[in-house]
């Protein structure tokens, strides 16, 4: 049975990838579009058949005429079910990482050209589901939860959008590949000394005193440099947003390095350099990152904390 199972699995998603191929931007048509009728419609469809019945059984023309309404509406929900689907267009954006174990977010575009699409749920597998509403010309963003099991570039699997309006008599889906992936950083863990080298004392803090670095000058301000760096006295004096620039002594950096911690799984090593990058961080010390695939130069703020994490995601990931 289960080997059956598997089999028919298989069969249902090559058939599906092929008809409906990854890519970044869908277009929703009638090859990629589903419809069925829901329990209600079901039920529905029951109560039209026992009225012709009856209106057979009985000769009643009332029941016949009622009974033939009812199929009509069922008729034309097809059409306007379907029709709240087709030319809708999904477009894959931008992402919100997060550590691995917890929840992360992608951003899905949704576009409207001739007109409107209401009521359409959106959701990825295993998370909860999103109600979008989009006018004739109008493009809506929506963020979607995203479950992060594991370190890496996660793809969460076929996004499914549906909608039952307008009478909820049959389920319009489809299920889109978007080609779009969430980035998760290791999960922190705590314990043990700071793995890194550099510093006054190799030990792993820098006990440096900031205040005996040499002032070099200003450099204009970039996106990510520590606000404690920005001259806020220039700026006040109507001079622009500069950063100051110190010198930076070879023995005043630190250098978090995946060799200083040997005996742990590799897992257990992401985790604990996440856990530094975050403690060094939030202290405002210069940090640097050694692994076995790449190198990051020491830096601070919030851009250094990214890439570092960024780093730590990918690193080992083939290709």
């Known amino acids: 049975m289960k080997s059956l199972r598997r089999t028919v699995s298989e069969l249902w998603h090559g058939w599906l990838q092929r008809r409906i191929p990854p890519s970044r931007q869908v277009l929703l048509d009638q090859r990629r579009i589903f419809i069925f009728p829901s329990a209600y419609g079901f039920f529905f469809l029951l109560i039209a058949v026992l009225l012709f019945v009856g209106g057979i ?25 379907f029709r709240n689907l087709a030319g809708l267009k999904l477009v894959a954006a931008s ?13 899905v575009r949704i576009l409207s050209a001739h007109h409107a699409h209401l009521s359409i749920w959106l959701h990825w597998p295993g998370a909860p589901a999103e109600e979008v509403s989009v006018e004739p010309g109008e493009e809506k963003s929506l963020w979607l939860s995203v479950q992060l099991l594991r370190r890496g570039r996660q793809h969460p699997g076929r996004l499914r959008v549906e909608s039952r309006y307008p009478l909820g008599l049959l389920r319009s889906w489809s299920l889109v590949d978007l080609d779009h992936t969430c980035l998760a950083w290791p999960k922190p863990l705590s314990g043990g000394e700071c793995p890194a080298s550099g510093g006054d004392d190799d030990t792993g803090v820098n006990h440096q005193d900031r205040g005996s670095e040499e002032f070099e000058g200003l450099r204009s301000y970039v996106a990510g440099d520590s606000l404690r760096l920005v001259d806020w006295k220039s700026y006040a004096r109507g001079r622009g947003l500069n950063t100051k620039q110190f010198s930076d002594p070879a023995e005043g950096r630190l250098w978090l390095e995946w060799n200083r911690l040997p005996g742990h799984d590799p897992e257990t090593r992401y985790g604990r350099l996440c856990y530094w ?9 210069r940090y640097g990152l050694r692994l076995p695939d790449g190198e990051l130069e020491p830096g601070s703020g919030p851009l250094q904390r990214e890439r570092a994490l960024e780093m730590l995601a990918l690193s080992g990931e083939s290709g």
């Open 277 to 285: 990058v975050l403690q060094l961080d939030q202290r405002g010390e």
């Open 57 to 81: 059984n009985y000769e009643n023309n009332l029941l016949l005429g009622f009974s033939f309404l009812l199929v009509s509406l069922f008729l034309m929900a097809i059409l306007h079910t």
């Open 95 to 107: 992402m919100r990482p997060g550590f691995a174990g917890a929840r992360g977010a992608l951003e």
